[in-house]
């Protein structure tokens, strides 16, 4: 489970920084401001980073198959460092790939053998 996130971004020549904790009681926080609306989040997302698609995969071993399952995940979005709930369906689809859902969008996510995004279909691919 994630315990902190520290982003910090760059934008028109002004810094913005963004801490968020989630507490042992499950509490979440941003810049000690209470998010109640994070309750039951696990993990972070981050926009455009599909690094964190990474994580609920790796903890559940989805890369082999299984079944779909649905995380609350509190979601950053950049450069404004927004902190919002976001419900996310994982549905492993077996040979180390996974389709993730969110909202209206969509898209099949393959994985490398250390459980790392490899190829985002239809939205990025890693090329190192």
């Known amino acids: 489970m994630a315990e902190r996130l520290e982003l910090s971004a760059l934008t028109g020549g002004r810094l913005r920084r963004l801490l968020i904790v989630r507490h042992p009681d499950g509490s979440w926080t941003a810049d000690d401001r209470p998010l109640p609306e994070l309750d039951g989040a696990l993990d ?38 927004a902190v919002t709930r976001s419900e996310q369906r994982y549905t492993p689809l077996g040979d180390s790939r996974v389709n993730y859902a969110s909202g209206d969008f969509s898209a099949d996510i393959h994985f490398d053998d250390d459980g790392l995004v490899r190829l985002y279909e239809d939205y990025l691919e890693r090329v190192a």
């Open 44 to 81: 972070f997302d981050v926009l455009s980073s599909p690094v964190f698609n990474s994580t609920p995969v790796l903890r559940h071993g989805m890369g082999a198959g299984g079944e779909p399952r649905v995380f609350v995940m509190a979601f950053v979005t950049v450069p404004d460092l």
